[in-house]
């Protein structure tokens, strides 16, 4: 069982920074694989970022590639989604997922655990 809290959420104006940190219970967060995904108003849930277990293989939806970065410290059980250049476009809901294997893929039921999301909104 993994529970996920995720925070750091706000509002900025385009061209702005902030960094997502989502906090996992569980002694397994180690060694599952990790995502971020987000949701749009009227849209559906859309794939953002995923890291392997070790934070050595990760990929990117291709809209944020060169401005977001994931990454995790296992020391401190957390995932890390650092963006830059933000644009209003990325204004979401924000989730962290976990996997129960070392890695997963992109798509949303690749996923098992999910945490309660926190609002990015930017200003154009």
């Known amino acids: 069982q993994v529970q996920l809290v995720e925070s750091g959420g706000g509002l900025v104006q385009a061209g702005g920074s902030l960094r997502l940190s989502c906090a996992a219970s569980?002694?397994?967060?180690?060694?599952?694989?990790m995502g971020w995904f987000r949701q749009a108003p009227g849209k559906e849930r859309e794939f953002v970022a995923r890291?392997?277990?070790?934070?050595?293989?990760?990929d990117y939806e291709e809209s944020v590639k060169g401005r977001f970065t994931i990454s995790r410290d296992n020391a401190k059980n957390t995932l890390y989604l650092q963006m830059n250049s933000l644009k209003p476009e990325d204004t979401a809901v924000y989730y962290c997922a976990a996997a129960q294997g070392t890695y997963a893929g992109p798509k949303s039921f690749e996923y098992t655990y999910w945490g309660q999301g926190t609002q990015v909104t930017i200003s154009s």
């Open positions: 890291i392997n277990w070790s934070g050595r293989s990760t």
């Open positions: 569980g002694r397994t967060f180690g060694s599952i694989g």
